[in-house]
């Protein structure tokens, strides 16, 4: 799945300052797309894992016409405005991977009022926010592809520190999966992918695999679909050349 061309498509990708978003902006770029890749800041990141303008560099070495755009997303305001950005380097919109995430890995007693706010912002929010936001583009195109990073910790895979972050992913899940009935015939791909407990800033401790060597294929795959071929569907990384990803 290494051989994916995406020569003339455009992307906007959020979370990207390192980790999952950042593979996939990289990714898409050295495989043809134009990117405009985002995060809350270019230089500092609550992370530890890296920042937006070494995602910029890496997008500059691997192909042309990618961007870095520092943003706001949690807000009707700054979703727009990353929207509008991208519209206007691009001319339109191809892929929009809503990924970025945020996780404080505690226990519902212990949460405080202002972690659950943020999740709720970042991971659910911020997606209905900037998908509200591309539908009118995509349409009017009448081609598309929407694909939300989403966690096993809302369907499948309970964890004692996950609770309210399961929740998010649980209701991401859900807006998707009603969301293809809205745009299927604008041939419009709607699709959430999981991709497992990586070795990400968000899973420092626990993480089992290398984000670059297991995720890049299968979410590349992803948003390669067309909504004649692949929508509506949850899938779990894992199970990428078995169960999906074989067609």
Same mark, same amino acid.
Request: charged residues 20%; negative net charge; aromatic residues 6%.
């Given at each position: 799945?290494?051989?994916?061309?995406?020569?003339?498509?455009?992307?906007?990708?959020?979370?990207?300052?390192?980790?999952?978003?950042?593979?996939?902006?990289?990714?898409?770029?050295?495989?043809?797309?134009?990117?405009?890749?985002?995060?809350?800041? +270019?230089?500092?990141?609550?992370?530890?894992?890296?920042?937006?303008?070494?995602?910029?560099?890496?997008?500059?070495?691997?192909?042309? @016409?990618?961007?870095?755009?520092?943003?706001?997303?949690?807000?009707?305001?700054?979703?727009?405005?990353?929207?509008?950005?991208?519209?206007? &380097?691009?001319?339109?919109?191809?892929?929009?991977? %809503? %990924?970025?995430?945020?996780?404080?890995?505690?226990?519902?007693?212990?949460?405080?009022?202002?972690?659950?706010?943020? +999740?709720?912002?970042?991971?659910?929010?911020?997606?209905?926010?900037?998908?509200?936001?591309?539908?009118?583009?995509?349409? &009017?195109?009448?081609?598309? %592809?929407?694909?939300?990073?989403?966690?096993?910790?809302?369907?499948?895979?309970?964890?004692?520190?996950?609770?309210?972050?399961?929740?998010?992913?649980?209701?991401?899940?859900? +807006?998707?999966?009603?969301?293809?009935?809205?745009?299927?015939?604008?041939?419009?791909?709607?699709?959430?992918?999981?991709?497992?407990?990586?070795?990400?800033?968000?899973?420092?401790?626990?993480?089992? @695999?290398?984000?670059?060597?297991?995720?890049?294929?299968?979410?590349?795959?992803?948003?390669?679909?067309?909504?004649?071929?692949?929508?509506?569907?949850?899938?779990?990384?894992?199970?990428?050349?078995?169960?999906?990803?074989?067609?």
């Amino acid at each position: 799945m290494t051989d994916l061309d995406f020569s003339g498509k455009t992307a906007v990708v959020t979370g990207a300052s390192r980790g999952i978003g950042r593979l996939i902006s990289v990714g898409l770029t050295r495989r043809g797309a134009r990117v405009l890749a985002t995060a809350r800041n +270019m230089d500092s990141s609550p992370g530890t894992g890296g920042t937006l303008r070494e995602t910029a560099a890496m997008m500059d070495a691997a192909g042309d @016409g990618s961007v870095a755009v520092p943003g706001t997303i949690t807000d009707t305001a700054g979703a727009n405005s990353i929207i509008e950005r991208a519209m206007a &380097e691009f001319g339109r919109i191809d892929i929009m991977v %809503n %990924n970025a995430g945020v996780h404080p890995h505690v226990s519902v007693s212990e949460m405080t009022d202002e972690q659950w706010d943020d +999740m709720i912002a970042v991971n659910l929010t911020a997606p209905f926010l900037l998908t509200r936001a591309v539908l009118p583009i995509m349409k &009017e195109q009448r081609t598309g %592809n929407i694909m939300g990073v989403s966690s096993g910790a809302g369907s499948t895979n309970p964890r004692a520190d996950s609770t309210g972050y399961g929740a998010t992913k649980a209701a991401l899940d859900r +807006m998707y999966f009603n969301l293809v009935e809205e745009v299927k015939e604008f041939e419009i791909a709607v699709n959430t992918w999981m991709p497992g407990v990586l070795l990400t800033d968000m899973n420092a401790a626990s993480g089992v @695999g290398e984000p670059v060597e297991v995720a890049e294929p299968s979410a590349l795959w992803v948003i390669a679909q067309d909504a004649a071929r692949f929508t509506g569907q949850n899938v779990r990384r894992e199970d990428f050349g078995t169960k999906w990803g074989t067609r």
